[in-house]
């Protein structure tokens, strides 16, 4: 069993709309990431969470470390969104600073 | 420089060619990663090398052969692959040693490898 949930798997929004992705985790972490992967390959780190709330321009990510949850928000999305992105873990008790992944959420944004 | 770099991009290889991949980053990195990801899986990690040991292996084939000549450079060594080792195979660093979980990695763009 994935130590790391993502929801939904693939997300289709049109230009404009407010886009929302779920994390959930199970075991006790140190951090959670967002990353970002673009049809290509190349990994981009948007986010690392420890508590509460980060903002990067259009991109907001919020983690509550109770309820063992982490959303993505993008506002005002665009067609450059359209991308992986992944939630992933580290911290996790007896895995030293390896990241455990989600399985990602495919969102196309359309124009 | 906030940059990864990895080389070749996109690599054709039959399988009884020997091959390097190479991967490097001017930030001062002490940690550096080895990744191999299938198409729509998430990345999985192969080595960790933390101030140029070789800290993890992930029980990887030995067909697989990484290297750290030094702090700003990795090299990943292939020999007699497999049509099955097909993948992306992304370079990552991160600041400090490997146990410090709180530190973000920055990954390459990766090289398409592709076994004949």
């Known amino acids: 069993k994935n130590e790391v949930e993502q929801s939904p798997q693939n997300l289709t929004a049109q230009e404009g709309e407010f886009i929302t992705i779920n994390c959930s985790y199970s075991?006790?972490?140190?951090?959670l990431h967002w990353l970002q992967q673009h049809p290509g390959g190349g990994i981009v780190s948007l986010f690392m969470?420890?508590?509460g709330k980060k903002k990067h321009g259009r991109l907001i990510a919020t983690i509550n470390i109770q309820e063992k949850h982490s959303s993505l928000h993008i506002t005002a999305s665009h067609p450059r969104d359209s991308a992986v992105y992944i939630c992933a873990v580290s911290g996790i008790p007896d895995s030293w600073g390896k990241l455990q992944f989600g399985a990602g959420t495919q969102v196309v944004v359309t124009p | 420089d906030t940059e990864v770099t990895q080389t070749p991009k996109h690599l054709v290889m039959g399988m009884t060619n020997k091959k390097s991949l190479k991967c490097e980053q001017h930030m001062g990195h002490r940690a550096m990663y080895w990744y191999k990801q299938k198409a729509k899986k998430p990345p999985e990690l192969m080595f960790v090398?933390?101030?140029?040991?070789?800290?993890i292996n992930e029980s990887v084939p030995s067909r697989f052969s990484p290297e750290c000549p030094n702090s700003s450079l990795l090299n990943l060594h292939l020999h007699a692959l497999q049509p099955e080792d097909s993948a992306l195979y992304l370079c990552a660093s991160s600041h400090g040693r490997f146990a410090n979980p709180a530190d973000t990695q920055y990954f390459g763009p990766g090289t398409r490898l592709t076994v004949l």
């Open positions: 969470l420890s508590s």
């Open positions: 090398y933390s101030y140029e040991k070789l800290s």
């Open positions: 075991v006790g972490i140190s951090a």
